[in-house]
């Protein structure tokens, strides 16, 4: 059996990432995947990076992390995004900035003989598309079933849900309760953002799955950390004031 903690965007919320952490801790794991964005937005880019480096076995790179390490470039983002992933590029270090420009934002894994693709955005475009309608549901779907994968690990959206395959149900779900795998069900998963939810949960999100037996369930999990210290540390970065209050709001 293997227990996997699985996040996503932390976005430099350092106080989010350490209560999830700790709270992933207190629920046991083996591994730690991470779906990338560990930076951009938040005032701790560099102490985010030391966690995820060191706890998760597996990093994807996100749009704001390739941005901040000059990989990709800054047309696409708004105005906030742009300056927050300025400010971010100018605090991190050599070694800071070759370990983000050497992740990759999509990834093929297998767990104890089960197929699962792990992407940033969308597994057809995971630096920049968002899951979050029919359109890519389905799509993400017959990706899925053409890789002979079960399951699909998104973040990019900052929204915790499920969906599955069955009954052709294009529809996502916010989840309340273990989701257990069927068989012959193909599902696609976001665990949410650590950093910067934006379901109107301000709690930092994440989600925890055991495999065993060609059995795969899943848990997701909302978490209180200090969004005050947080915010707080975002104004006194000089970054934008939105970034601060969003937090507030979770959106
Ligand atoms: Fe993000």
Sequence with gaps: MKRIAIIS?????????????????????????????????????????????????????????????????????????????????????????????SLEPLKFVEVEGIHFVLAHGSPM????????????????????????????????????????????????KRPSEKLVFEEDTIYILNPGSVGQPRDYDPRAAYMIIEVEDRSVNAEFYRVKYDIEEASSSIIEAGLPLFLATRLRLGY
């Design 9 to 101: 965007d932390i976005h430099g919320n350092l106080h989010a990432l350490d209560a999830v952490v700790t709270d992933a801790m207190n629920k046991g794991f083996d591994e730690m995947w991470c779906l990338g964005d560990t930076v951009g937005y938040g005032a701790y880019p560099s102490e985010c990076i030391e966690i995820v480096r060191n706890r998760c076995n597996i990093v994807l790179a996100g749009n704001h992390d390739l941005a901040a390490c000059r990989a990709l470039s800054l047309d696409e983002f708004n105005l906030e995004a742009r300056l927050a992933v300025e400010w971010t590029s100018d605090k991190l270090s050599n070694s800071e900035i070759s370990f983000l420009r």
């Design 125 to 172: 475009n995971p630096i920049w598309e968002y899951v979050v309608g029919p359109f890519e549901l389905q799509r993400t779907f017959y990706f899925l079933e053409d890789k002979e994968a079960q399951g699909a690990f998104v973040g990019h959206s900052h929204i915790q849900f499920f969906s599955s395959s069955k009954d052709l149900q294009f529809e996502m």
